[in-house]
T-cell receptor, first 115, second 110 residues
Framework: EAQVTQNPRYLITVTGKKLTVTCSQNMNHEYMSWYRQDPGLGLRQIYYSMNVEVTDKGDVPEGYKVSRKEKRNFPLILESPSPNQTSLYFC??????????????FGSGTQLSVL | SQKIEQNSEALNIQEGKTATLTCNYTNYSPAYLQWYRQDPGRGPVFLLLIRENEKEKRKERLKVTFDTTLKQSLFHITASQPADSATYLCALGGSYIPTFGRGTSLIVHP
C-alpha cells in the first residue's frame, strides 16, 4: 500500500532533550516536506527536500533540522526542543512539484508535547 | 503580502444540502489550486486539483471552480452527508512549493 509513515504517533518530552521524528515513503517520491499545524495558524512548512541531499528552509525552520540521505526517508530533528515546538507535525511527499502539479500524500501525524 | 483566506468560522448545514466553501487569495499567481480534506488529528487527504486554465472540475459529489480574475476558488459538496463533516483546506501552487490556507470546518447535521 502506498503510504507515508511517521513515527512516533505521540511523543512527550522535556525541554532540551534531543529527539527525532522519522518519516518514510514507499512511493519513490522525489519531494518530501515537513509541516507543523497549530490551532488558528494552519499548516506551516518547516523544511522541504526536492531530492536526495537537497533540502531547503520553509516558513518556520528555526529550531529544526532535517536530512535526506536516502530518497525514502526524511527525518525531522529537534536538537533542543522547547515548549513552543509543541504541535502536530506532518510529513508529506509527492512525485515532484516542479512541473506536474502533483498532489501531496500526508502521514498520519505526530503529536509532540514539550514540557 | 501574500495571503490565502478561508472562512475561519465553521459552516453548519443540514444533510442533503449543498455545502459551499471559499478560498480567496491575494498576491499569488497560482498555476493550480488543490483541495484537501482533514479529519481531526489526521493528515490531510487530497481531493481535487484545478489548473489556472480550467474553470470547473467535478468528481462525484464534489465540484471546484477557479476564477483567476476574482482570485477565488469555490468548493461545493452536493447532497451533503454527516460523513462529509471535516476541515477542508485549499492549497495554491505553481513554480513554488504549495502553500495552504488555514481551512474551514464543515459540520453536516443529520
Amino acid at each position: 500500500e502506498a503510504q507515508v509513515t511517521q513515527n512516533p504517533r505521540y511523543l512527550i518530552t522535556v525541554t532540551g532533550k534531543k529527539l527525532t521524528v522519522t518519516c518514510s515513503q514507499n512511493m519513490n517520491h522525489e519531494y518530501m516536506s515537513w509541516y507543523r499545524q497549530d490551532p488558528g495558524l494552519g499548516l506551516r512548512q518547516i523544511y522541504y527536500s526536492m531530492n536526495v541531499e537537497v533540502t531547503d528552509k520553509g516558513d518556520v525552520p528555526e529550531g529544526y533540522k532535517v536530512s535526506r540521505k536516502e530518497k525514502r526517508n526524511f527525518p525531522l530533528i529537534l536538537e533542543s526542543p522547547s515548549p513552543n515546538q509543541t504541535s502536530l507535525y506532518f510529513c508529506a511527499s509527492s512525485v515532484d512539484t516542479a512541473t506536474t502539479n502533483e498532489k501531496l500524500f500526508f502521514g498520519s501525524g505526530t503529536q509532540l508535547s514539550v514540557l | 503580502s501574500q495571503k490565502i483566506e478561508q472562512n475561519s468560522e465553521a459552516l453548519n448545514i443540514q444533510e442533503g444540502k449543498t455545502a459551499t466553501l471559499t478560498c480567496n487569495y491575494t498576491n499569488y499567481s497560482p498555476a493550480y489550486l488543490q483541495w484537501y480534506r482533514q479529519d481531526p488529528g489526521r493528515g490531510p487527504v487530497f481531493l481535487l486539483l484545478i489548473r489556472e486554465n480550467e474553470k470547473e472540475k467535478r468528481k462525484e459529489r464534489l465540484k471546484v471552480t477557479f476564477d483567476t480574475t476574482l482570485k477565488q476558488s469555490l468548493f461545493h459538496i452536493t447532497a451533503s452527508q454527516p460523513a462529509d463533516s471535516a476541515t477542508y483546506l485549499c492549497a495554491l501552487g505553481g513554480s513554488y512549493i504549495p502553500t495552504f490556507g488555514r481551512g474551514t470546518s464543515l459540520i453536516v447535521h443529520p
